[in-house]
């Protein structure tokens, strides 16, 4: 064939290739190689014609794939030759809508370098401009109303382009050629600062610029609601701790940590340890709260966040925030607005209502957000990143899956940290983060999500799924929106879920063995589960072990009075001796709810008779952390993990043990002796840190034998790691090195949450597997 000869290709490519400047892109590959033809978007992508030589559209093809705009991501690139059309030149054509349709939509993009330059330079146009924008970066998700991506089908549609901005828009060699929401100071959206009197806003009576008036307010020990890309946040000068602990009073917020905004760079270093990757992932387009090692002395209000060696860090990652970070000149509390448990506040009107009491001024805009967006929460383990919150920058990003959806099929997700999960196609598309779904709030928010996902992806569900618990909002959610669309519904149980989640992400649908470790799920046999070693793949699982069950005194107060589960195991390690026996933490129990309540909590007829039993790991170290530091409550989810993580001293080379019992085929890991010794150890002076090193080398050890005698018995030698127990980096490293050096293949999360967030992700899988059996 000869490489001169002309050639007509038809190009299609489907990934997240709307809203990232990837149209201009091709435009401008094209010209410049003086290829003829058309590229326009549709519902399933982007659709290219190219003619011209074939040596020449070879290199076209070579340079589409690896010079693509930074935020694009290419699923797939298929070519068809067709014959050769007149084609004059190369043109963008206007999109079009198909009936069968599937597009991946672009998360939102943080500010880029070019528009970045622009912003703070003495000579542009757009000068302070804050919401300056381009092809590669600005709002994407949160201002979608519907596809294909062009301007009027965005919030953006009630701002006409000015002369100007219109010429950039249809000029090719501009960086906002076809930028949807490209705007100026003369036809964009404008800023618009508030004071609070009693219940009403108003107007500021001065004609100052609003973001130099929101400066002022922050100087002055002010609580300031301020609208960003997906939400509100609440913001303060995160200098000063009073103030700070006035924000949780009036936020109602616990002691869980705040995050922070830093102006730049030296800022960041002031206070925190920085590697490369973890810079890298903060001045990316994703910019995500990346949790960072507080230095010592680092100038931050100790409030923020209470007794936690890290930092919750994040850039300015809108033009509106470089300049009011600017001018501010140091760090911000920057937490969302909503009072505790309930989401975030992302409407003007509700924003507004809701903040009233907490926020003394307000700086807010006229582009409407459409569809709300929690910032995401990164950890780096080693030089991994691990997704705790998944909001942001990463979503509506689709996850590849090995196995395709055979009708489009809708996961409900779980009752905490929801998402909620679309399978299409070969694809799973997580929704945002949902938040708990214990309030008619929450509801309202991930219902109108779950609209907004259904249109956007044109998903006509055939099939959907929710948890095994028969109590779960969320159950009932899935069962009312099945019974109105005549869907049938699929329930997953949740450690299940996360084992087939883990599988998903990593694209194999083998059967493996699965450590599915965290605080709560509802088992099979109605034992709240979260210790589990299970054998599974999509279509089922086996139980093949797990943590020894105890009673939670008290039932669900046990999971925030951590006192209640150390002496649930207590009575398991000592059994009729415990009242007996002299030990600090049942003196410490006595003082506190005295010796009646302490003989009916322990009573054996009651606890069996009355308190669910449990064989959760995350109630386990609560029982733990209580019998290390003497503590009465927690105040909130995974707090007391958190304190023995982030306390561990590995003075010592020896570990406890957990034994391996066998309860009809079944491996069961009894942390009875262990706590004997932790206790042993606390009466004998043993440091907090030395007791936490050891209790958490024991679990490390005790799963990986577990796994070595599954592995011994079926001969399966991948292990997949989920559940928030893995959100701790010493489990999650510590697993990984123990089960490789043991021949072991270990799966864990990179694009989804090991937490409750990912879970979605499983419960599609496993109902799509198991659909029509």
């Known amino acids: 064939m000869s490489e001169n000869r002309e050639q007509h290709l038809e190009i299609r490519v489907s990934g997240t290739v709307q809203g990232v400047g990837f149209r201009p892109f091709v435009y401008r590959l094209a010209r410049e190689r003086n290829l003829r033809g058309t590229v326009l978007n549709n519902s399933q992508g982007v659709v290219i014609h190219a003619q011209g030589e074939a040596a ?51 998360p939102d993009l943080a500010l880029c370098d070019d528009c970045r330059r ?4 003495e000579c ?44 950039e828009y249809e000029d090719p060699t501009d960086h906002r050629f076809h930028a949807q929401p490209v705007a100026c100071d003369d036809c964009g959206p404008r800023l618009t600062f508030l004071e609070r009197s009693g219940e009403r806003w108003n107007p500021a009576q001065c004609d100052a610029d609003p973001i130099s008036s929101c400066v002022q307010a922050l100087r002055s020990r002010k609580i300031a609601l301020i609208q960003g890309l997906g939400g509100f946040h609440l913001a303060c000068d995160a200098t000063d701790d009073t103030l700070v602990f006035e924000l949780r009073r009036r936020k109602q917020r616990d002691e869980r940590p705040l995050a922070l905004m830093f102006p730049d760079e ?24 990346v949790l960072l090692r507080k230095r010592d002395g680092a100038p931050v209000a100790e409030s923020v966040a209470p007794g936690n060696p890290y930092l919750g860090a994040m850039l300015p990652y809108t033009p509106l925030h470089v300049l009011l970070l600017r001018e501010f000149g140091g760090p911000l509390v920057m937490t969302s607005a909503n009072l505790s448990e309930d989401p ?10 809701r903040m009233s009491g907490i926020a003394d001024v307000a700086l807010i805009h006229d582009r409407p957000i459409h569809m709300f967006a929690d910032d995401s929460v990164v950890k780096f383990i080693g030089e991994t990143p691990r997704i705790w919150r998944r909001a942001r920058g990463y979503v509506p990003e689709a996850v590849h899956v090995p196995v395709p959806f055979r009708v489009p099929t809708l996961a409900i997700g779980p009752q905490l940290k929801n998402t909620f999960c679309l399978g299409k196609k070969s694809f799973a598309i997580l929704s945002q983060h949902c938040g708990d779904m214990e309030s008619e709030l929450s509801a309202g928010f991930h219902e109108r999500a779950l609209s907004h996902f259904l249109h956007l992806f044109d998903a006509k569900i055939g099939l959907a799924a929710c948890d095994l618990h028969p109590d779960y909002s969320t159950t009932r959610l899935a069962e009312k929106w099945c019974a109105r669309q005549n869907v049938p519904l699929i ?50 699982f086996e139980r093949v072990g797990h943590l020894k069950s105890v009673p939670m005194p008290g039932g669900d ?35 506190s709810i005295g010796e009646e309540a302490l003989q009916l909590l322990l009573a054996p007829s009651l606890s069996s008779r009355v308190f669910p039993l449990t064989t959760s790991l995350g109630r386990l170290f609560d029982a733990v952390a209580a019998l290390v530091f003497f503590g009465t409550r927690r105040q909130y989810e995974g707090q007391a993990a958190m304190l023995l993580e982030n306390m561990i001293s590995p003075e010592s080379a020896n570990s406890y043990t957990m034994e391996l019992e066998h309860d009809e085929g079944t491996l069961v890991l009894s942390p009875a002796g262990m706590i ?65 050096g043991r021949g072991f293949k270990v799966l864990s999360h990179r694009q989804v949450p090991p937490n409750d967030g990912g879970v979605s992700l499983g419960q599609a899988v496993i109902a799509n597997a198991q659909y029509g059996r």
């Open 344 to 353: 975030i506040a992302y409407e003007v009107e509700d924003a507004l209502a």
């Open 266 to 289: 030296a800022s960041v270093r002031a206070c925190c340890e920085v590697s490369a990757a973890e810079w890298n992932l903060l001045t990316s387009a994703r910019a995500p709260i």
């Open 56 to 106: 020449t559209l070879q290199g076209f093809l070579y340079s589409l794939r690896e010079n693509a705009p930074p935020a694009a991501r290419m699923d797939d690139v298929s070519t068809a030759e067709l014959p050769l059309e007149s084609f004059t030149e190369f043109r963008i054509l206007p999109s079009e809508t198909l009936d069968e349709t599937f597009t991946q939509v672009s």
């Open 676 to 740: 004997r010794r932790i206790v042993h150890d606390l009466e004998g002076g043993v440091s907090p840190g030395v007791i936490s090193y050891r209790f958490h080398a024991a679990i490390v050890d005790g799963y990986v034998r577990a796994c070595e005698h599954v592995r011994e018995a079926t001969g399966l030698k991948t292990v997949a790691l989920s559940g928030g127990c893995f959100q701790n980096s010493f489990l999650q490293t510590k697993f990984e090195e123990e089960l490789t």
């Open 491 to 540: 329930r997953v149980q949740h450690h299940h879920a996360h084992l087939a989640a883990c599988l998903a992400e990593n694209e194999t649908d083998e059967r493996a063995i699965g450590l599915s470790l965290d605080g709560t799920g509802y088992g099979t046999d109605g034992v709240i589960w979260g210790g589990e070693v299970l054998v599974g793949d999509f279509h089922s």
């Open 118 to 121: 622009e912003l703070l330079s």
């Open 124 to 167: 542009d146009r757009r000068r302070g401009y804050p919401f300056i924008n381009c092809t590669h970066c600005g709002p994407r998700f949160t201002i979608i109303r519907d596809l294909p991506y062009d301007r009027p089908q965005t919030t953006m549609r009630a701002f006409p382009l000015c002369e100007p901005c219109h010429r």
């Open 557 to 591: 107060k046990a999971a925030k009075e951590p006192w209640r589960m150390a002496l649930a195991w207590l009575r398991e390690a000592y059994g009729g001796e415990l009242l007996d026996a002299r030990l600090s933490f049942m003196d410490t129990s006595r003082r």
